[in-house]
């Protein structure tokens, strides 16, 4: 932590020595001048810990080769034993595990301190540490492996924002150059961008009497039509609670043959993790990646839709199409508190907008 000093230290050293020398420290007069910056900059450091005693950690033994550590501003305590490879018991922490959590802990509150000034709220970030001893030579610790855990709905720039602040850790600066140190993020790899794909439809003649087109999707082994007489939701409702459908082993390609069908997709891996696609036949077939939650609802109209889905190997009707409810899902459910993508058709294209704030960015997409 740097600590604001009660004068500059640069503007005028001279007057600044003879003051700081009042309060903690006395040179004699051939120390004085040759006093070097750096030098005055320590002092008033440690003038200033000695304020705040925010720095004095009393450490005890207890016996049994256990010790206590207590923070002198707080008051607060932890206990350490001997680690088990190392003539303890392992009944606490170890004097390097304190060193590995303090690596731990630094990275969280750098994460904190990031969230905080930038105004947002971090959530829930865990962070598994594995320490590493070194197997010949004098005990020391050879590696630290940190596996990062963030919660899910953080945008890519909130994220890269907190693995800058981790670059900066303190903690991290004293110790890098003394052992391996590896960081993995393990939902940022997780989170993909947003992977929807509309298949244009080939249309051969359209006259106002008919529409004759190919509806094929290349690699389709299964087709389904699912058609709602009027206002109707699939899946639908359990007790007022949307439900949803995921497919593992099928990639679904939803055609609007009549009337439209709005259709709902969470996918909590996304950067993007909410979308609502008013899907028409000019849109073509909505591709729906393995994995993603959908669910569709039409008007009082109702609408026909024809799915080519490309099914593996170890596709099963008996469990593809059981419905999953919201009530049990909290990634689901904070994936649709996200602002939604909007996907229309309008003007011959495909339009995504995203609504930030009160303004609309569309994007067209020509199919
Ligand atoms: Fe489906």
């Known amino acids: 932590m740097k600590l604001k000093t009660p004068f500059s230290i640069f503007n005028n050293p001279k007057r600044d020595i003879d003051r700081l020398n009042k309060v903690t420290y006395v040179p004699t ?4 001048s040759k006093l070097r910056e750096e030098d005055l900059n320590n002092h008033l450091t440690r003038y200033m810990h000695k304020q705040t005693g925010d720095n004095k950690i009393i450490c005890r033994y207890l016996g049994e080769l256990h010790t206590e550590a207590r923070h002198e501003h707080s008051g607060y305590s932890i206990k350490t034993d001997a680690p088990r490879d190392h003539a303890g018991k392992g009944e606490s922490f170890s004097p390097t595990d304190l060193l590995a959590t303090a690596l731990g802990t630094c990275f969280l509150t750098v994460m904190g301190i990031t969230a905080k000034e930038k ?37 890519d720039e ?19 150059d003394s052992m391996k140190i590896n960081t993995n993020w393990r939902n940022v790899k997780m989170r993909n961008k947003t992977f929807l794909k509309f298949l244009p439809t080939n249309i051969f003649r359209e006259t106002p009497q008919v529409t004759f087109f190919d509806a094929g999707v290349k690699g389709s082994n299964g087709s389904d039509v699912v058609i709602h007489h009027g ?33 709902t997709l969470l996918n909590p891996a996304w950067n993007e993790p909410h979308h609502i696609i008013f899907l028409t036949k000019r849109m073509g077939a909505l591709q729906i990646p393995m994995g993603t939650y959908h669910r569709s609802v039409s008007g009082p109209q109702g609408s026909m839709v024809l799915n080519q889905a490309v099914r593996d190997r170890q596709f099963d009707p008996t469990t593809e199409f059981i419905p999953v409810s919201l009530r049990n899902r909290a990634d689901l459910r904070q994936a649709k508190e996200a602002e939604p993508i909007l996907w229309v058709y309008e003007e011959g294209q495909i339009r995504r907008l995203k609504i ?12």
């Open 29 to 32: 007069p051939k120390k004085q």
């Open 119 to 155: 105004g947002w709220k971090l959530g829930e970030v865990t962070i598994e540490v594995d320490k590493t001893m070194n197997k010949e030579g004098p005990r020391k610790i050879e590696a630290l492996s940190l596996q990062i855990k963030l919660p899910p709905g953080l945008s």
């Open 158 to 176: 909130q994220i890269k924002d907190l693995q800058e602040a981790t670059r900066d850790c303190p903690v991290l600066r004293n110790l890098k």
């Open 231 to 263: 206002n109707a939701i699939s899946p639908p409702n359990e007790n007022d609670c949307e439900q949803f459908y995921v497919h593992q082993h099928q990639i679904d390609h939803n055609l609007v043959l009549d009337g439209s069908r709005t259709f």
């Open 356 to 367: 930030d704030n009160l303004s609309i960015v569309s994007k067209g997409i020509t199919t």
